[in-house]
């Protein structure tokens, strides 16, 4: 009898467990947890060690339990998986031991909580971690006992960590180093969270760390607060009552409640009548975390591995998602069970499903209709090319945004045949013209070029580079395109020169900008012919408009822009001295995912140096070139000079920082006509609004870009100067 019948009865009970799923009767959730089998809730609807228990909490809800359980509570579950990894979610108790004022142990608790006797679960190595909090505090926990009576130790290993603090301002949130917190990564094998705490010195008059803490906890799931140290004293409650973790346990088929050394591996598995893997496309893993097996679906398929009914590994329909198969845009994806094919549209074969007809033949083909169809089309043609020329240039953006367009031949009349030149930039020329409403305008057209551009007086600096062609082709029109963009987001702000409109029918559009009236102020600052009546506050006013648009391009929401090339000559002036910031040609847009801007057109007066260095142009180069500006403005000196009795140049920033480094002030290089050298009131406080200037503008030009202002600061610190300023004349 006994082991034949025996071993019909095991395939009996098995035959039980495995259909278990469909018995009716069978819970398949629990207080909106799914228990897919092999767990389960009630007799006979789940595989040994597997079982779950549902339970009323107190406001009457749905609690599914780990069962058995033999101590404390009932330890309650967030989750249950099978596939794609075999994971228990669950809340367990915090460990913890207390002091009173005299150090004496007031009460402890291990942790200790048997959920895994007939061991199934081992705690998860890879998505969990083990804390220590306290001020003295060295806790461990261990795992994997040793079954050799003459070892060194009863278990394989122990894991934990040390913590100190002596002071309450030690432990910061956030920082968990070993200042009042602690944690180390677990090794696998672990089968409970019992904890050992050990001390060094006496806790006395430590009240602001009345406990010690050790738990193990899912990745991520847990950040240190100081304040826990102090506000989880314990009370009355049963440990799962009071503080609890979340944290993964790995599960497994395992024999002999889950003994290394018996418990059977993928390798004997199949053929005990027991075998846990009964969907017929399902396939044995052996466990990486303590011994046993667990069952995932074959390749190609999807469900539970651990039936034979509903649920069951099914096929998995590739076809349905584009990223679950690689047929090309020439084919179409045929699923198949456990797989999928590619099959060939109408004229393609081959394994990438190529056209029958090769591309070669099509262009001719294409070509000679087009010959013969292009007498009767030309009208046709004319029309689709000003059409792709007006698309290609952003036109449907321009006219969704209220843009005023130009045609060529109304350009050529507004600007009286191009006859009066304003100046040239990095893109192109600019010309004076005046439109029908009777405004004058700037007219800006763009000029292609094969090296890249740079000024003269620092071509033994920064040797010009080539551009291959097809390289070339996106810097000439995608930069363009790029400017034209920024002009129409940011035209509005006061402080920026506007954009009117543009001429769509070229192959770059030709911009139309406001024209501003009184010149740049470089002209005003430096020009021989007329010497400069600039006012302190019309001064500072010039600033903080010049500042207020740079900032405003710092801070687009969903780009950042560079200008590039700030310095006297590209800030105009109107008639009434309001400031305009234009040239915006050499500033280059900065994506999101790319913090470095690596060429601009720029002059060397104005360039921060670690531009020179690294190529990297970033926000911080702008806020340097705003520095020099700044101090031409107080000083009217060039960013750089000639003195022919020191035998050489000057250097504005050096000699300006040397200044205010040996004095403390830049008086010797203020502008003499701004009154600051008298003792009235007035000359006193022109003086303090310059030095403020002045150590704002060395702020500007620090040479670790990190301790420069934003510009959004240098706004902030200009208006207070005006308030200091304007307190003296009112």
Request: proline share 5%; hydrophobic share 35%; net charge neutral.
């Amino acid at each position: 009898m006994s082991s034949l019948l025996l071993r019909v009865l095991l395939i009996q009970l098995a035959a039980v467990e495995c259909l278990s799923a469909a018995i009716p009767g069978c819970l398949t959730q629990c207080g909106g947890v799914e228990i897919p089998y092999p767990f389960g809730v009630g007799t006979n609807c789940s595989r040994k060690g597997f079982r779950i228990k549902c339970i009323n909490g107190s406001a009457g809800e749905e609690i599914p339990v780990l069962l058995p359980t033999t101590r404390y509570q009932n330890i309650r579950v967030l989750n249950l998986s099978v596939s794609p990894l075999p994971e228990a979610r669950v809340l367990l108790p915090v460990a913890w031991q207390c002091f009173n004022a005299a150090g004496g142990v007031t009460g402890i608790y291990s942790g200790d909580v048997d959920f895994n006797p007939e061991g199934v679960y081992r705690i998860s190595n890879t998505q969990n971690e083990l804390f220590v909090l306290g001020c003295d505090t060295y806790a461990f926990t261990k795992g994997v006992r040793v079954h050799n009576v003459n070892a060194r130790f009863p278990y394989r290993y122990f894991t934990g960590c040390i913590t100190v603090s002596v002071d309450d301002k030690d432990p910061r949130d956030g920082a968990c180093a070993g200042l009042g917190c602690c944690r180390v990564d677990i090794p696998p094998g672990i089968t409970d969270t019992s904890m050992t705490f050990s001390s060094t010195w006496t806790r006395a008059n430590q009240t602001f760390c009345p406990c010690d803490y050790a738990f193990i906890v899912e990745k991520g799931n847990y950040t240190f607060k100081a304040s826990d140290l102090v506000s989880h004293t314990p009370d009355n409650r049963l440990p799962l009552d009071w503080w609890t973790m979340p944290l993964r346990l790995d599960w497994a088929i395992r024999d002999n409640n889950g003994d290394s050394m018996t418990s059977i591996s993928c390798a004997q598995a199949p053929n005990e009548p027991d075998y846990g893997c009964r969907s017929k496309h399902s396939e044995c893993t052996n466990s990486t975390n303590g011994p046993g097996y667990f069952c995932k679906c074959a390749h190609g398929y999807d469900g539970n591995p651990y039936v034979q009914s509903d649920g069951e590994c099914t096929n998995i329909n590739e076809c349905q998602d584009p990223k679950s198969h690689n047929c090309s845009s020439g084919s179409k994806c045929i699923d198949t069970d456990g797989g999928y094919y590619c099959q060939c549209n109408f004229f393609r074969r081959g394994q990438q499903c190529d056209p029958l007809i090769p591309m070669a033949a099509v262009a001719l083909l294409t070509t000679f209709a087009a010959v013969v169809l292009g007498c009767v089309a030309i009208v046709l043609l004319q029309t689709l090319n000003n059409r792709k020329r007006f698309n290609r240039n952003g036109g449907k953006l321009l006219n969704a945004q209220g843009i005023t367009t130009y045609t060529k031949r109304e350009l050529k009349k507004i600007t009286n045949g191009y006859s009066k030149r304003l100046g040239g930039g990095h893109f192109g020329n600019v010309y004076e013209g005046t439109i029908v409403d009777g405004r004058k305008v700037a007219v800006k057209c763009p000029m292609r070029t094969r090296v890249s551009s740079h000024r003269c007086h620092w071509k033994n600096l920064i040797r010009p580079r080539r551009v291959p062609l097809p390289q070339q082709r996106v810097e000439e029109d995608g930069s363009f395109m790029n400017e034209i963009r920024f002009q129409f987001e940011v035209s509005r702000h006061k402080n920026l020169v506007q954009l009117l409109g543009c001429c769509l029918e070229t192959d770059i559009p030709i911009l139309v900008f406001e024209f501003v009236a009184n010149g740049s102020l470089e002209d005003i600052l430096h020009s021989a012919k007329k010497p400069c009546t600039l006012s302190l506050p019309e001064r500072l006013d010039i600033a903080i408009g010049s500042a207020e648009a740079i900032a405003y391009m710092h801070s687009l929401d969903n780009q950042k822009r560079v200008h590039g090339d700030i310095k006297p000559s590209n800030i105009l002036l109107d008639d009434d001295l309001n400031p305009k910031v234009s040239d915006f040609g050499s500033s280059k847009l900065l994506a999101i995912h790319s913090y470095y801007v690596r060429a601009v057109a720029a002059d060397i007066g104005y360039m921060d140096p670690l531009y020179m260095k690294t190529e990297h142009f970033t926000l911080e180069c702008d806020v340097y070139s705003f520095g020099v500006v700044l101090l031409e403005l107080i000083t009217r000196r060039r960013a750089s000079w000639y003195e022919q009795d020191q035998q050489g140049n000057k250097i504005l920033p050096i000699e300006f920082v040397k200044c205010f480094k040996d004095h403390g002030s830049g008086c010797a290089m203020y502008d003499s006509r701004l009154d600051f050298s008298g003792e009235d009131t007035q000359s006193r406080c022109n003086k303090r609004c310059l030095d403020m200037i002045g150590m704002l503008a060395v702020r500007c030009l620090k040479e670790d870009k990190r301790e420069r202002p934003t510009m959004a600061e240098v706004v902030e610190e200009l208006k207070r100067v005006k308030v200091l300023l304007l307190g003296t004349h009112i």
